[in-house]
């Protein structure tokens, strides 16, 4: 089992940046796929960026492409996302997610950071 916490959110003007970080605890981090979520007001989940076990394979959602990094640190069981470019619809929690396809399966949450992009 592996249980995430995130930190490194806030409020940031436009234009700015910020940097994410979730911190995995656990022995199934370097063999997890990890991925960003992130959920505005009224509106549904959205999957943000996502990394392979590796770190070989990245992929961003299409209004994030360009101006966010996600990486991770497998010997520090870390994940961050580099956050640029910043926009007021990038306001959101944004959540770490862990995948283990296993077995067993796991997928596993972290409690979420609030990210809020305003002038």
């Known amino acids: 089992q592996v249980q995430l916490v995130e930190s490194g959110g806030g409020l940031v003007q436009p234009g700015g940046s910020l940097r994410l970080s979730c911190a995995a605890s656990?022995?199934?981090?370097?063999?997890?796929?990890m991925r960003w979520y992130r959920q505005a007001p009224g509106k549904e989940r959205e999957l943000v960026a996502l990394?392979?076990?590796?770190?070989?394979?990245?992929n961003y959602a299409d209004s994030v492409k360009g101006r966010f990094i996600i990486s991770r640190d497998n010997n520090k069981n870390t994940l961050s996302l580099q956050m640029n470019s910043l926009k007021p619809e990038d306001t959101a929690v944004y959540y770490c997610?862990?995948?283990?396809?296993?077995?067993?399966?796991?997928?596993?949450w972290g409690q979420g950071t609030q990210v809020t992009v305003s002038s």
């Open positions: 990394i392979s076990s590796d770190g070989g394979i990245t």
């Open positions: 997610n862990a995948l283990f396809i296993g077995p067993p399966f796991t997928n596993t």
């Open positions: 656990g022995l199934t981090f370097s063999v997890s796929t």
